[in-house]
């Protein structure tokens, strides 16, 4: 079974993006062959500026290496050091009805966020079917807010496959945790790196500790009984406590005495004891920047051999052949 991740370098990794994606793609290295990527071109529909998307990338290669990844077991690289996929990326683009892109969520959201409208935007469906197609992948283990281009990759596979009468691309799955469907940013809407939401657990001490305090709750005081369902603090409590420790809170919640504040002490020294295992890791590959390079070129090696060998098979179908 293959199995294919993406990460945009679009900004700082968060807990969204790990709990949504990163630690099932970690686990999934012992159940099939993982691909993991980060999607350097995709980053481009958000980030207009050279050191901001080389400093993303770079910290998104060292965080994906210190949580886990293992190059050997894995093929993991950067999109763009496989142009097949642009290719692929064109060639899916005329099987690929505008009806279909002008109904994803993820465009209208952005948009209505304020990222500027571009084609890139608009498109990166078909880049991301191209991503998936590119290397016959059976699941992509994702957040909620990416099941619909999943389906979108299936519907243009199919298309495709119909058009030239043949199986030439595999149908993917989207694969979800429901519990962690979609992690909530500090402002109660999903928690994304272009939203300014985030909680990065790989941020400085002092800046992880004031994106937790800004998270947004209701304005109840001290004395009053507090509504733990629904509350942002507690959802994200969730994804780090076991039963026991959730109902312990929820009395806490309940028993007037403790503000906003105290829970959110609780859910900072949680996130901290969670990472702190990953830091030495880190640190390491921080300072070991030619064998992240490294790492990355021999993943691209073994990506690109697989692609070109697909993308022969595309041209010849297509008749790219004279
Ligand atoms: P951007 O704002 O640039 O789109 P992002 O934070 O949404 O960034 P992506 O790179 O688009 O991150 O997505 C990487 C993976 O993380 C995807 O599988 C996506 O489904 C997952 N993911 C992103 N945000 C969340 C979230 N809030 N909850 C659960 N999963 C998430
Ligand atoms: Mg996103």
Redesign the pocket.
Known sequence: MRIL???????T??I??Y????KKMIESQNDGELFAFL?SY??L??VKEKEALQNNMFEAAVNFLALGMDPEKSTFWVQHDVKEVLELYWILSNHTSMGLLERAH?YKD?TARGIQANHGLFSYPVLMAADILLYDVNV????????QHVEMTRDIANSFNHAYKQEVFVLPEAK?DEI??????TDGA??????GN?IDMFASKKKLKKQVMSIVTDSKELDEVKDWNGCNIYKLCELFMNQDELLALQKRYETPGEGYGHFKLTLLDKINEHFEPYLEKREYYVNNKDEVRDILAHGASKARKIAQAKMEQVRDIIGLKL
């Open positions: 991740s993406g990460i945009q370098p679009s900004g990794i968060h969204g993006n709990f949504g994606m990163i999607a995709h980053a529909t958000s993820s952005k992509v283990p994702v957040g909620k807010d990416q099941i979800v962690v469907a979609t992690v909530p940013g999903k928690m994304s790196k272009s939203y985030t």
